[in-house]
């Protein structure tokens, strides 16, 4: 089945630096990739997601970018904020459903 | 929309007793996603239902837990007799099957602590 591996596990940034997250999956037929940000004790909310079309997606300060080739993606974040902390959840969509294969999250901490 | 709504919020119970978590999904979403999420392991899938039908129970642990969706508007994941062990948040996801594009929508959760 597909495997989505996220690195960093923690990934820690000064306020306004930039901050990415980077997540591989396996299954050359998976064309969905979202993003999900959960704050502390809150549910994962969908941020940000991109279709397999598409190489680049942008919204605000945040971006996500699709390597079908190499099957990777990644989530940019610029100008971090206090309120970017949280833990961020990459997904990549499973053949012949309509299921999603969630990474194990990164914890992001935006020092002020 | 108020988006997924679960009940309750927090919960805790004695080991043994019955834990029933409730769910109820967005209008108009027909796929039902129940997942338990522990530091160790991060988010696991326990079961999905299309269409009120459960598709996939395979990440269900035991046979102490089951799920219905006896409609398209409530679902119930049941945990009896509950250990320890399974002291977890539990979330519940919608979406829109057959269109995978617009991803799932989380409830708030419930945290479940066995004692």
């Known amino acids: 089945g597909e495997n989505v591996e996220q690195h960093p596990s923690t990934l820690s940034v000064q306020e306004g630096d930039s901050a990415v997250i980077k997540c591989t999956y396996s299954d050359s037929a998976s064309n969905y990739f979202p993003w999900y940000k959960q704050e502390l004790g809150k549910g994962p909310q969908l941020i940000i997601d991109?279709?397999?079309?598409?190489g680049e997606k942008k919204d605000q300060r945040i971006a996500v970018t699709l390597n079908k080739t190499a099957k990777h993606f990644s989530l940019h974040i610029t100008e971090t904020q206090p309120e970017d902390s949280a833990v961020y959840f990459c997904?990549?969509?499973?053949?012949?459903?309509?299921?999603?294969?969630f990474g194990k999250g990164n914890q992001v901490v935006v020092i002020p | 929309d108020a988006g997924v709504i679960q009940s309750p919020r927090h919960e805790v119970t004695e080991m043994g007793q019955e834990v029933t978590l409730r769910c109820k999904p967005i209008s108009g979403h027909n796929s039902l996603f129940w997942y338990r999420q522990t530091m160790m392991r991060g988010l696991e899938l326990l079961i999905y239902?299309?269409?009120?039908?459960?598709?996939?129970d395979s990440g269900m642990p035991e046979d102490r837990f089951s799920a219905k969706m006896p409609n398209a508007s409530f679902s119930t994941l049941k945990i009896q007799p509950s250990e320890p062990r399974d002291s977890a948040v539990y979330f519940c996801a919608s979406s829109l099957w057959g269109d995978p594009n617009y991803g799932y929508t989380f409830g708030s959760g419930t945290r479940l602590t066995v004692v």
């Open positions: 991109i279709r397999s079309n598409v």
């Open positions: 997904a990549a969509s499973l053949r012949g459903n309509n299921r999603l294969a």
């Open positions: 239902f299309n269409n009120n039908v459960p598709i996939d």
